[in-house]
């Protein structure tokens, strides 16, 4: 890592590093985000990232958006930036990574460090605004360095490499547990698909004809009878036309004998109802 203006070689390190190397120093910062630069250093590449950001932050602060705040954990396995209060990790840049870090003299507030993606390979500027701990920050950043490359020579090379194995380990995590999200969300899109199609029509019930408890169908006068074809295979014969004289239960016409006419009787029958209507007659004349 290379550090920009002109840091004094003597200069004591603030933190003991047990507390980069077991724990991590955290800080509280504003983040006004990160921007690609075409070099991994410079400090004319960590100038024009801070003005190309400075001015997009100008821009959503005219338009009532806030500068987030952050945190940041440094120790010698990198700096991570999460979000203050749910203590989410937004990004966690390892230190093999981070190839630049500074502080702007000519605005003591703002520290900036340039960290390869793990995923895109490009170089990205990340700036941050801290009023009181901009030059604190980096020099935190700076001591981790040096702890983490004293370490190395300790191990012979061996434990970066195995954090480079760590650090691909836990990308692939991240990338099956993303995988097995998809295949749970797809997985209840089939079962909600099973379900509907397992539900009958809601209509399906209303047509069904209603039956007696002796599961018959109920007979109605005014259904007409549909004929049933001939065993035959022909035509069935065209249904009977209704007579007009109702009939009893015995398939006999009633009798009435105020409607009957005198052609209704045979003769002998008529000739004693005609005879008696006489006497009837005569019977109440003389009365």
Not at 189 to 194: D, S, T, W
Not at 201 to 217: E, Q
Not at 228 to 252: C, K, M, Q, V, Y
């Amino acid at each position: 890592m290379n550090r920009a203006f002109n840091r004094k070689k003597d200069k004591s390190w603030m933190h003991t590093p047990e507390a980069l190397a077991k724990h991590f120093i955290a800080y509280n910062a504003k983040f006004l985000g990160n921007t690609e630069v075409d070099q991994p250093k410079g400090t004319e590449v960590v100038r024009d990232a801070v003005r190309k950001l400075k001015f997009q932050r100008h821009i959503k602060k005219s338009e009532g958006q806030k500068i987030p705040k952050v945190e940041l954990q440094i120790s010698i396995y990198g700096v991570k930036i999460l979000d203050p209060k749910s203590k989410e990790v937004q990004y966690n840049c390892q230190l093999h990574r981070i190839s630049f870090c500074a502080d702007d003299k000519t605005d003591k507030r703002i520290f900036t460090f340039i960290c390869k993606d793990s995923e895109s390979n490009k170089h990205l500027c990340y700036v941050f605004d801290s009023e009181k701990c901009a030059e604190e920050i980096t020099l935190t950043i700076g001591q981790a360095f040096d702890l983490a490359y004293k370490k190395f020579l300790e191990s012979g090379g061996k434990d970066v490499e195995t954090r480079k194995q760590i650090g691909g380990l836990q990308k692939r995590i991240q990338d099956l547990e993303a995988e097995n999200s998809e295949l749970k969300k797809h997985l209840q899109v089939l079962e909600e698909q099973l379900m509907i199609a397992q539900v009958p029509p809601g209509n399906s019930m209303s047509s069904k004809t209603p039956t007696d408890i002796f599961d018959m169908v109920p007979f109605s006068p005014m259904t007409p009878l549909v004929p049933l074809p001939a065993s035959n295979g022909s035509a069935p014969p065209p249904p009977a036309r209704p007579t007009e004289i109702r009939r009893d239960l015995f398939g006999a016409e009633p009798f009435d004998p105020f409607t009957c006419g005198a052609a209704d009787f045979p003769p002998d029958i008529q000739s004693k109802l005609d005879e008696m209507q006489r006497q009837r007659w005569r019977g109440s004349k003389w009365d």
